[in-house]
């Protein structure tokens, strides 16, 4: 009996012990939420998996079957439907060596139906430890990503045209989130609209909070 029991808890305590630590970083197009990940990457060695470079990459694959489709989404400032960014995030997690388990995963998620595929699929595997939101006006988001596109991002989205609509998704479908989170006590804010710099001083004493 003693030893069923004790091998059932070293399973428990296992499955604890590997699980993945998620941070979510969320804010507008533009908020700087690349930037401060690569930061914390430098700093701290977490892994850094932006879900839209990740769509990107797929997209650029020449056998890709979602390759289409991502770019119909992309171009028309939409979210991609979550199987397929979920799995990208989820091949990646799995695919890497990092010796701490911890990710920082930017743009995601990104409205209802990311949250609830990740629900699904992914809840199990992680512990989602806070949501970091970048806070920075419509005006600044704006500036930031013609200022990128100008200096040849070659991304399709970073234009005027598209930029209205990235606007219009993340006011109608990822701010609703940030009240979403803020019921579960998962989140914390940073002004990105301060330097760089100034934007990861503040965030190392959200991370510390988190016991990162
Ligand atoms: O985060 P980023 O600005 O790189 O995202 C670019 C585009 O990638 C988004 O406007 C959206 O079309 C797509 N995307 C998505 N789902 C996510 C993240 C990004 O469909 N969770
Ligand atoms: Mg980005």
Partial sequence: MFKVLSSKLRFFTMSAEQKFEVLFILGGPGAGKGTLCRYITEKYGYVHLSAGDLLREE?????????????????????????????????????????????LIDGFPRNQDNVDGWNETMS?????????????????????????????????????????????????????????????????KVNSMQSPEKVFEDTKEILSKIGW
């Fill in 59 to 103: 997209r650029m694959k020449p056998n890709s079957k979602y390759g289409e489709l991502i770019e119909k989404f992309i171009k028309n400032g939409k979210i991609v439907p979550v199987a397929i960014t979920c799995s990208l995030l989820d091949n990646n997690m799995q695919a890497s060596d990092s010796p701490h388990k911890r990710f």
């Fill in 124 to 188: 199990e595997k992680c512990i989602v430890k806070g949501v970091l939101f970048c806070e920075c006006s419509k005006e600044m988001c704006t500036q930031r990503c013609l200022k990128r596109g100008a200096a040849g991002s070659g991304r399709s989205d970073d234009n005027e045209e598209v930029l209205v609509k990235r606007h219009e998704t993340y006011i109608t479908n990822t701010l609703p989130l940030i009240e979403y989170f803020e019921k579960q006590g998962l989140i914390y």
